[in-house]
């Protein structure tokens, strides 16, 4: 590929995700966390929007994702994108510690409990010592998923998963805990100009705090884990919070 035809994936990329598209506020807020030199997966990376962002700040990304029209369009933005089955990738035992990181945004709601195990199980493998893994998921204790929204998204969503649990099984694979909590840019406001909407609001986040506690609003949350340097890792794990 010459110099110009990347020129102008790149610039295509940048003209199509722009500042506001899908995921990208939400998505840059978690690089700081990679700091491990070398690539970074993006499980089910879709159009390339965290890949691009990787690309963007001088990092190596490669997305995995199993619908080909993806895996176009990624490489049409001259993104790295492999079409491939997660599990038969991640099993592969020459994909073993060759990772910086791991992006799994919207992604582990797909999948049944046992599936998902053995999902998050294999890819701790890939990782290098020290590697961060960042899980993008609905909030569980959101008022809206709470009430029936996390099915009315997509037809392809499994099951909401809490970020506590999933902390706990990742802590028992070498993983340690270095941040959770709900995601301030899917926060669902509550004030508003416009009277009837904000005594629904109003309604909805009193309902949603008795309920679901706090956080009611918040559609996502997240959770980073790092790879630990050995056998002995899960010493340096914290404690189980909520």
């Avoid at 995601?183 to 508003?192: C, G, I, K, L, M």
């Avoid at 009277?195 to 959770?223: D, Q, S, V």
């Amino acid at each position: 590929m010459n110099a110009q035809t990347m020129h102008q994936q790149i610039q295509h990329a940048r003209d199509y995700f722009g500042a506001d598209y899908y995921g990208r506020p939400r998505f840059a807020k978690f690089l700081p966390y990679f700091q491990q030199p070398g690539t970074i997966l993006d499980y089910g990376c879709n159009e390339g929007v965290f890949l691009h962002l990787l690309r963007e700040h001088g990092r190596d990304g490669l997305g995995i994702d199993y619908d080909l029209k993806n895996i176009e369009r990624c490489r049409q933005f001259g993104l790295a994108a492999d079409h491939a089955d997660i599990f038969a990738f991640t099993a592969d035992p020459a994909n073993h510690n060759q990772y910086a990181g791991i992006m799994m945004a919207d992604f582990v709601e797909h999948f049944d409990p046992y599936p998902l195990q053995q999902l998050l199980e294999q890819s701790v493998h890939l990782l290098k010592p020290g590697g961060t893994m960042v899980i993008v998921t609905p909030n569980s204790r959101s008022i809206h998923m709470a009430t029936g929204g996390f099915y009315e998204f997509t037809i392809e969503h499994h099951n909401p998963y809490s970020v506590f649990g999933l902390r706990q099984y990742l802590e028992k694979h070498g993983m340690e805990w270095v941040a959770s909590d709900v995601d301030d840019d899917t926060r669902t406001p509550v004030f508003t100009p416009h009277p009837t909407r904000f005594a629904r609001n109003i309604g909805i986040w009193i309902l949603g705090r008795i309920l679901c506690g706090k956080g009611c609003m918040h559609e996502t949350t997240y959770l980073i884990m790092r790879k630990g340097d050995g056998a002995d890792s899960g010493r340096f794990a914290r404690s189980p919070q909520r």
